[in-house]
């Protein structure tokens, strides 16, 4: 019989656990409703002003202004084109199909790219 007693003692237990848990429930509940009727009356913030309130292009400007703002703040050297690029894993080469300085076409898979390293590049003036 002490094991119908031993049962009966660990469901005494159990349930007066869930009843504390129950009243914890109940008064965490309580604090947060509290809390969100607290943020609810709260005045929302006002909308932040820009860092750069006299830029001259903002996120409203057009895209071609933005554009042309992308193009000049990454723009590369106007004097040096890269002609070849050699991918060191693969030993693959891609080849410009039109040089922007000779304007003749290469073709890469035909042998009539140009030889050389990595880094070759003529300046624009030759």
């Known amino acids: 019989m002490t094991d119908k007693s031993s049962i009966q003692a660990t469901l ?3 349930r007066e656990r869930l009843a504390d848990l129950d009243d914890e429930r109940c008064e965490l509940q309580r604090e947060m ?5 607290r943020l609810a009356s709260e005045p929302s ?3 932040k002003q820009p ?3 006299n830029a001259t292009i ?3 400007s057009p895209s071609h202004e933005k554009v042309d703002l992308f193009r000049r703040l990454f723009a590369g050297r106007p004097e040096v084109f890269p ?3 050699k991918n060191r894993k693969t030993g693959r080469s891609l080849t410009l199909s039109k040089s922007p300085v000779t304007g003749s076409h ?3 898979r035909r042998g009539t790219g ?3 390293s990595v880094n070759d590049a003529l300046p624009a003036g030759v």
Do not use: D, K
Request: no cysteine; hydrophobic share 50%.
């Open 12 to 14: 005494a237990r159990v």
């Open 33 to 37: 409703e509290a809390l969100e009727a």
């Open 45 to 47: 913030p006002a909308v």
């Open 51 to 53: 860092a750069f309130e």
């Open 58 to 60: 903002t996120s409203a």
């Open 83 to 85: 002609l070849r690029w």
């Open 106 to 108: 290469r073709h890469p």
């Open 114 to 116: 140009v030889q050389g």
